[in-house]
């Protein structure tokens, strides 16, 4: 099956992390700048930008927030933005902080752990779509001084990459969310972030319900997104945050136990579980469940029922 992710508007650029020069790890730090005529732009990943130089504004769903030195603003993935000067004859700089979810803490890839997540109240920032994206949270003095030195410190830690650098980056990357979090749940009650993720986790857990029980029919990305309420490129991201895999892997996983018990349990052909399965294309079950299972349906039948 295909990966039927795709932006929520492909005609405005999709920057990865692979695009940023040498970045073979899970996160990127760099500083970038931008003038009068920046263009419309989204992320495959989570940005924090921090306002090093300059003043302008940043351009969410056609509303823009005044920006200036000291300015911390977090952006989701998918999230159509753009960062402007308000001085046609000086640009305005930005240290951006790229990084995957995964990168901060694995209990962000297994949903059974999910409700434990708001133990670590920074998730909430992720969680935003992008009517609800902020830019205008204003941080105290003593909040900006640790903000700058936090990231002069991560810069530093990515430029340098000395031994064991991709702790001391993701423990500074952590002090850095803290501060910002706070300050995000003092502009706005923490109420909204918690309905915000129990509504996104509720959703994805009536499309894994919906997947077990309709695992055998043609089920496309786009059906259980429409499901969850939530545009396709928005819903890969939500479910790969709270599952720990794409959509597509998880139904193969579950197509596969199903044929992993017929095969044990019945004497059904091996086409006749593949079609069962939701495999249109035998070759192509018999592939996949060797992939899964590293033995064959024939040879897993036999192990099964103790004949090998």
């Known amino acids: 099956m295909k990966n039927q992710c795709s932006p929520p508007q492909e005609s405005v650029p999709l920057y990865t992390l692979d695009l940023n020069t040498n970045c073979s ?13 920046s263009r419309l732009h989204q992320h495959q990943y989570i940005q924090i930008n921090y306002v090093t130089k300059g003043k302008g504004f940043h351009i969410v769903n056609d509303v823009p927030y005044r920006i200036e030195v000291g300015d911390v603003f977090v952006m989701p993935p998918f999230v159509p933005h753009k960062i402007v000067s308000s001085e046609d004859a000086a640009a305005i700089e930005v240290m951006e902080i790229e990084f995957v979810p995964e990168f901060l803490n694995e209990q962000f890839s297994d949903i059974s752990s999910a409700r434990g997540l708001f133990d670590f109240s920074y998730i909430s920032l992720f969680l935003v779509s992008e009517d609800e994206v902020r830019s ?19 810069y530093q830690e990515y430029q340098e990459q000395r031994p064991l650098f991709e702790h001391a980056f993701k423990a500074l990357l952590l002090q850095l969310l803290v501060i910002v979090s706070r300050s995000y749940s003092e502009s706005l009650k923490n109420e909204e972030y918690t309905q915000i993720f129990m509504k996104h986790r509720r959703a994805i857990e009536e499309t894994l319900s919906y997947t077990r029980a309709h695992y055998a029919e043609d089920l496309r990305i786009e059906t259980v997104a429409k499901l969850a309420l939530m545009s396709q490129s928005y819903f890969c991201y939500f479910f790969k945050l709270l599952v720990g895999k794409t959509f597509t892997q998880y139904l193969i996983e579950v197509r596969i136990e199903h044929a992993k018990e017929a095969l044990a349990q019945t004497e059904l052909s091996v086409t006749d579980v593949a079609i069962n399965s939701g495999f249109n294309n035998v070759s192509h079950f018999i592939r996949t469940f060797k992939a899964n299972v590293n033995l064959s349906p024939i040879q897993y039948r036999k192990i099964s029922k103790g004949s090998a």
């Open 25 to 37: 790890f899970p996160f990127w730090i760099g500083k970038n700048k931008f003038r009068t005529k």
């Open 136 to 154: 205008d949270v204003r941080f105290s003095g003593e909040d900006q001084k640790e903000i700058n030195r936090i990231v002069q410190l991560l």
